[in-house]
């Protein structure tokens, strides 16, 4: 049979998630973030789900701008890295694609070049996150050459980015939101700061645009919460089935190492899904999986195309009874809490060879 692994994506939930955007936003416009192929999910299926509810789509570079344009989508696109080099700004004009400015080079690149249509801008201002954009008090005398330059679409946008918002303690959200505001206001810019979890728990990071990331697919942006707990409903069910069920003695080892052994005679089951799928290497023995709907522990080291899962709760199961490694009932937090690693990189990690349904 043909391997029974896949991922399904629920895009009624989708826009579930976009309309909790909406309530906790409700006269902001919202860029929906759907860089690395959608947080995984499938960057045209997400694009073509939420096109009708959003004002922009913002991806992270060229590449994935063009595939949504190619794909027949219209919304203006944002760069979130801007270009990384002069040949590409010819072609970012021709597709109507908005770029972030946030280095002098790219500055220098962009008011030199002689391109076919102006471009809207975005400017990059690091309030606080030290990765990338202007210092606050770099950022007026570039505006003001932007704003003179007439292959500047207007009017010039201003953006940053939270660093510490997915932690509700931690006092850095005010400080970046005090200096990003006052600057936007000096300068009376659109502006755009606030993430999932600003948008979720700093409402006064809003300003005019939020950018709804990881939110949108149904986790939660905060430290040791569920999607489920802020109203957001799972977009990924990643499945499965069982290809294998056996009887194992009492002591055998189970899997690469023997890391585990068998406390006595027990049916264990294989699952064909491993870290070359996505599923994380680290998840630990007793790791939830849920295997006709109930919950079985995980056992044994991950491989990578295979898991092997404790079997002595379901003394039923049989082979192509179905498996669910994250979904609806069993959320991809939880796993990834597990495997000491966050949902985003569980979600984008699911790859090709996966099919997405």
């Not at 579930?16 to 959608?38: D, E």
């Not at 219209?74 to 021709?94: K, R």
């Not at 959200?173 to 502006?191: D, I, K, P």
């Amino acid at each position: 049979m043909t391997r029974p692994t896949r991922a399904f994506i629920d895009t009624a939930a989708l826009r579930a998630n976009l309309q909790q955007v909406r309530a906790c936003a409700p006269t902001q416009r919202v860029m929906a973030v759907i860089k690395a192929n959608g947080y995984g999910h499938g960057a045209l299926k997400v694009a073509n789900a939420l096109e009708a509810g959003v004002d922009a789509f913002a991806v992270c570079c060229l590449d994935e701008a063009l595939h949504l344009r190619e794909g027949g989508i219209d919304q203006p696109i944002v760069l979130l890295e801007g270009f990384f080099n002069s040949d590409e700004l010819p072609v970012i004009a021709t597709h109507e694609l908005q770029v972030v400015i946030h280095t002098l080079t790219q500055f220098e690149h962009f008011v030199k070049a002689k391109l076919n249509k102006p471009v809207n801008v975005w400017l990059k201002v690091d309030t606080g996150m030290h990765r990338l954009g202007f210092a606050p008090n770099e950022i007026e005398p570039i505006y003001k050459s932007l704003k003179q330059c007439q292959q500047v679409t207007q009017p010039i946008r201003l953006i940053s980015h939270l660093a510490c918002a997915d932690d509700r303690q931690d006092d850095t959200t005010e400080q970046q939101t005090r200096v990003f505001m006052a600057l936007a206001r000096h300068l009376n810019l659109e502006a755009s700061l606030a993430n999932s979890a600003g948008i979720l728990g700093w409402p006064h990071t809003h300003a005019d645009w939020v950018r709804p990331g990881i939110m949108l697919y149904g986790v939660s942006p905060f430290l040791d919460e569920v999607g489920k707990a802020v109203g957001l409903q799972p977009v990924m069910q990643l499945q499965s089935a069982l290809m294998s069920v056996k009887r194992c003695r009492q002591g055998e080892g189970i899997g690469y190492g023997a890391t585990w052994r068998c406390p006595q005679t027990m049916l264990i089951g294989i699952v064909p899904i491993g870290y070359a799928d996505g599923y994380p290497r680290h998840a630990p023995s007793g790791t939830p999986v849920l295997v006709n709907g109930r919950r079985v522990p995980l056992i044994g080291r991950v491989s990578m195309d295979m898991i092997t899962v404790d079997l002595r709760s379901q003394p039923n199961a049989r082979i192509g009874d179905p498996v669910v490694l994250w979904g609806k009932n069993l959320s991809v937090e939880v796993i990834a809490n597990l495997a000491n690693t966050i949902a985003y990189e569980l979600l984008c990690h699911v790859i090709s060879r996966v099919k997405m349904l």
